[in-house]
């Protein structure tokens, strides 16, 4: 393509068609360019406009020729390139002008506004971590606490094969996703209004939306209480307070899980997220014991973020799996693509549970489901109250060897309730380890996948 008819060209030159077949004049002697405020070559700059876009230190120095008239001879054999300069004066010498003027205002009682004035840039300060926090150097911490508001703008029940969950999605004002929410509190299901624990609800659900909102529109967006059918149809009240904490139960239980395409849907072996899944759904459904001889249902929240790949997304993900396949790891892979090791955030997870009533001050702690330390530690430093760490190993390293059945456990993803196992798991297993520090026991390689 030529360089005149190029769309990053054409806006940066507007001179004279003669003057564009100048910048192409082949030249006997290459010029040295010492300063950026020095003449410039007009074939780099045109070369450089042909491109790609350029960021405003290369293109917001509007170039210009002081003596255009100059490269047009009237004999074409003495017809030489037009040299250009920058408008933009070097750094040093726009500092100290603008140090100039600021002492004449302030030893002038009357002054008239600056032409031009410039605006140092403050320093960027890292979060410091708090007293004690373990910080994996690899791993990105998260900034500093954000106030994001969330909104459930709807919830149903899902019959599972772990049990009944309800299911909430959510709309922010942070990003354009729709996040979700498993709520496992069977105790919800009850139409007598009788709770053994205090029921997770979300408080934006259950309130008023507008003056004229009528039952039908509370009972459509999920907004009830019970179980609703043909014969139960019993609109929840807008929430007076947050759930009270019951110190004689347990603490829910609750799991942060990104969301994971090739893992949950196809059954990808290249990760334990869909294991993960089911067996956080799995384990939250479970029976809490209270005391010698009691028990009551299990209760707590899976949140479900749309950040694929650890927040690099689907695209960058597939691609990390093919630089997987040369050699590196998952977290080399990430690196090699531009990548932190983890592009996660936590502000959305914790604005959700705390819409849930739990891991606030007034309302319930949080046991968290995870083997992650960092994100223990961002969760808290997002304000969420972590009462106890809930490890989870995986079932591959749980059950060493692995027993052959021809009977397929079932499961709430593509994997379901098995332990799998593939050469391409324990290395990642093995890398969450050694290079993210994920509390897990580390044990030595399965040779027979080898074979």
């Not at 459509?220 to 929430?239: C, E, K, N, T």
């Not at 960092?374 to 969420?384: I, T």
Request: glycine letters at 6%.
């Amino acid at each position: 393509m030529a360089l005149t008819e190029s769309p990053m060209l054409a806006p940066h030159l507007g001179e004279p068609q003669s003057l564009l077949d100048a910048f192409c004049t082949p030249r006997s002697k290459r010029r040295q360019i010492p300063r950026r405020d020095a003449f410039i070559d007009s074939l780099l700059i045109a070369t450089v406009f042909a491109t790609d876009p350029q960021s405003h230190h290369h293109a917001g120095h509007a170039f210009y020729s002081p003596d255009a008239a100059k490269c047009l001879p009237e004999h074409p054999a003495q017809q030489k390139s037009c040299p250009y300069v920058s408008r933009q004066a070097p750094r040093s010498s726009r500092l100290r002008k603008h140090e100039d003027s600021q002492d004449e205002e302030s030893a002038s009682p009357c002054h008239l506004e600056p032409t031009s004035q410039i605006t140092p840039r403050p320093e960027r300060v890292a979060p410091v971590p708090l007293p004690g926090t373990p910080v994996h150097p690899l791993v990105t911490q998260p900034r500093e606490p954000t106030t994001v508001t969330v909104k459930c703008m709807a919830r149903t029940r899902i019959p599972t094969i772990h049990g009944t969950v309800f299911l909430h999605l959510y709309h922010n004002d942070y990003d354009n996703k729709e996040h979700l929410a498993v709520v496992v509190d069977p105790a919800q299901l009850s139409n007598n209004g009788q709770y053994s624990a205090p029921p997770i609800r979300s408080h934006s659900l259950d309130s008023v939306w507008t003056e004229n909102e009528t039952a039908e529109e509370r009972l459509i967006r999920g907004a009830y209480v019970g179980r609703l059918s043909h014969d139960s149809q019993q609109p929840s009240r807008p929430p007076v307070n947050g759930p009270l904490p019951a110190p004689h139960l347990p603490a829910p239980l609750v799991r942060i899980h990104s969301e994971c395409f090739t893992g949950e849907t196809i059954g990808s072996m290249r990760c334990d997220c869909g294991e993960q899944l089911d067996e956080a759904i799995r384990v939250i459904s479970q029976p809490v014991p209270v005391g010698s001889n009691r028990s009551v249902p299990g209760r707590g929240v899976v949140v479900y973020m749309r950040q694929e790949g650890r927040g690099i997304g689907l695209l960058s993900k597939i691609r990390a799996y093919n630089l997987q396949d040369l050699g590196h790891d998952t977290v080399s892979a990430n690196l090699k693509l531009g990548y932190k090791a983890d592009e996660r955030g936590y502000e959305l997870a914790v604005s959700i549970l705390r819409d849930l009533g739990l891991g606030s001050e007034q309302g319930e702690g949080v046991r968290l489901l995870t083997n992650n330390p960092d994100k223990v530690a961002a969760l808290e430093r997002e304000g969420l109250r972590v009462v106890e760490r809930v490890p989870m190993v995986p079932r591959s390293w749980r059950c060493r060897p692995i027993e052959e059945d021809s009977q397929r456990s079932v499961g709430v993803t593509m994997v379901g309730g098995e332990a799998v196992r593939g050469v391409d798991l324990d290395k990642y297993l093995r890398t969450k380890v050694l290079r993210m520090g994920h509390m897990l026991p580390l044990h030595p390689p399965d040779r027979s996948l080898a074979n």
